[in-house]
């Protein structure tokens, strides 16, 4: 399914007279000079931001120049299309404002750049752990904004007070209508390197996702094509785990318990004692060819969810 690119706030004659600053993910617009009655346009690469030069003016972050002319300063919506307007970006830090012009401040996000075509924004992450004591591990965390500071650091899987990290509902949501898929990514409990991806398209329901609310299942498939390893699936909360339904390690050639047990999370409540995060459900099948030992073979790995 394609969506269309969220647009800026302001008009098409202004997006094309501004110029992208990458390391903000911002743009520099026309900037009008009050001593002089001549107006400046950002240069690729000058910052838009409190008390730096844009051009020759000063643009704080309401878009406005610091010493009182006119001036814009225009913020991308996405890492989507942060890359869309600035081909070659890095992987990194970058500042975007899902709701543009509306109320909600704009934040910073860790934008992959490089893999599966680039674009992708970090909406959440589950840590990695080896051992007890075991996180808090709530039904519905996704749509809820915690722990953000972690989802700068695309490695930051360890040491962590709290299972969940997440940009919430109240950030992404108005960025979803843009969204054409969900990348899932699991990352070995045992080798940070070790990883297996699936990807799951993306539509209202999102916010229902790792809760027990119904919602519709969407296409789950194990490459970006969406052409390999495809079935319906949902994210729903059972009482006891999550199932991420379509996600097996089968699919990248990895021997899963039962045949049919996809990847899952625990609850809150469940009664067991098992480390927190994610299970591969290989438990120590092919010599543990999926690194993950914490404690009974097969828990503690963790989890990036990116959007594109």
């Given at each position: 399914?394609?969506?269309?690119?969220?647009?800026?706030?302001?008009?098409?004659?202004?997006?094309?007279?501004?110029?992208?600053?990458?390391?903000?993910?911002?743009?520099?617009?026309?900037?009008?000079?009050?001593?002089?009655?001549?107006?400046?346009?950002?240069?690729?690469?000058?910052?838009?931001?409190?008390?730096?030069?844009?051009?020759?003016?000063?643009?704080?972050?309401?878009?406005?120049?610091?010493?009182?002319?006119?001036?814009?300063?225009?913020?991308?919506?996405?890492?989507?299309?942060?890359?869309?307007?600035?081909?070659?970006a890095a992987d990194g830090v970058y500042t975007i404002d899902?709701?543009?012009?509306?109320?909600?401040?704009?934040?910073?996000?860790?934008?992959?750049?490089?893999?599966?075509?680039?674009?992708?924004?970090?909406?959440?992450?589950?840590?990695?752990?080896?051992?007890?004591?075991?996180?808090d591990e709530p039904p519905g965390w996704l749509a809820v904004e915690h722990d953000t500071a972690a989802l700068l650091d695309a490695l930051s899987y360890e040491g962590r007070l709290t299972a969940n990290a997440s940009h919430g509902e109240a950030r992404m949501d108005p960025l979803i209508a843009s969204v054409d898929l969900a990348r899932f990514t699991l990352i070995a409990e045992d080798d940070v390197l070790q990883r297996a991806t699936w990807f799951k398209e993306v539509d209202a329901g999102i916010w229902a996702w790792f809760s027990s609310a119904e919602h519709a299942a969407t296409l789950v498939c194990s490459d970006i094509e969406m052409r390999f390893n495809c079935t319906p699936g949902e994210i729903r909360s059972t009482g006891e785990r999550t199932e991420l339904e379509g996600m097996f390690l089968s699919h990248h050639d990895y021997t899963d318990i039962e045949g049919n047990l996809p990847i899952h999370v625990r609850l809150n409540g469940d009664g067991y004692f098992y480390p927190s995060a994610v299970c591969s459900s290989t438990e120590n099948l092919d010599d543990n060819a999926w690194h993950d030992d914490a404690i009974d073979g097969h828990w503690g790995n963790g989890l990036e969810i990116w959007l594109r």
């Open positions: 399914m394609n969506r269309p690119v969220r647009a800026f706030a302001s008009s098409a004659a202004l997006l094309l007279a501004c110029t992208l600053d990458v390391s903000l993910g911002r743009l520099a617009g026309t900037d009008s000079d009050d001593a002089g009655g001549s107006s400046s346009t950002g240069a690729s690469g000058e910052v838009c931001g409190d008390g730096v030069v844009q051009g020759d003016e000063q643009c704080d972050n309401a878009g406005d120049d610091a010493d009182g002319c006119l001036g814009i300063c225009e913020i991308a919506t996405s890492c989507r299309q942060i890359l869309g307007l600035a081909a070659g899902p709701d543009g012009a509306d109320p909600n401040a704009a934040f910073a996000v860790y934008c992959d750049m490089t893999s599966d075509g680039g674009g992708w924004t970090l909406l959440a992450k589950v840590h990695r752990w080896h051992a007890p004591p075991n996180y």
